[in-house]
């Protein structure tokens, strides 16, 4: 089964104003083909401490099934070679036909307790189908990810800010090295 690169999003609002423009949006990218919805579970506490959740996917159950094996298998692999390969991919087919993926009923028991009341917490795993070409591109060119990583507006926020103080830090201890009598 091949498939683009997989990502998970946990994603949190605190005082959710809700008006359909995140599903609007995520609509969009999967009929573009741009995104396949893996999982989706979302849980919402109102102001009273009631929760409503959902979830959602665009895997058929014979999709689900094979991608249960796949991933059961690279982990299996990861885990213990070529017969771990083997065990995690009937155990990812047998977690997939039984259900036992996303949240279950402790779990969702278990996010009612960690987020306060009017807050919302989404799980979100994509398929980014649109790297499916790219990355048959550069496989074929003999290239291989060595790592890999998401820049928001707010990381790179985070790292001017460490910038800045490594550079004062840095110009700090050149100011102690000239004399005072040079200074």
Avoid: C
């Avoid at 506490?45 to 959602?56: I, Q």
């Avoid at 895997?59 to 991933?71: Q, T």
């Avoid at 298998?73 to 017969?83: C, F, K, W």
Wanted: net charge negative; proline share 3%; glycine share 10%.
């Amino acid at each position: 089964m091949a498939f683009g690169p997989v990502q998970l999003f946990v994603i949190g609002f605190e005082d959710p104003d809700f008006h359909g423009e995140i599903l609007e949006q995520l609509r969009k990218v999967r009929e573009e083909g741009l995104l396949r919805l893996i999982d989706l579970q979302f849980v919402w506490k109102d102001e009273d401490g009631n929760l409503t959740s959902f979830e959602a996917t665009d895997l058929s159950d014979e999709e689900a099934a094979r991608f249960g094996a796949v991933i059961g298998g690279l982990i299996g692999y990861g885990a213990a070679g070529r017969e771990g390969a083997r065990a995690g991919a009937k155990a990812g087919v047998m977690a997939v036909s039984e259900r036992d993926f996303g949240l279950n009923e402790d779990d969702l028991d278990d996010i009612s307790l960690s987020i306060p009341p009017n807050s919302a917490a989404a799980i979100m795993l994509v398929e980014h189908r649109w790297a499916l070409e790219l990355r048959d591109a550069v496989r074929s060119a003999g290239g291989v990810v060595l790592t890999q990583g998401m820049l928001t507006p707010e990381v790179l926020v985070s790292v001017g800010a460490e910038l800045a103080e490594a550079v004062e830090a840095a110009e700090e201890e050149e100011r102690k090295k000239i004399p005072i009598a040079a200074r």
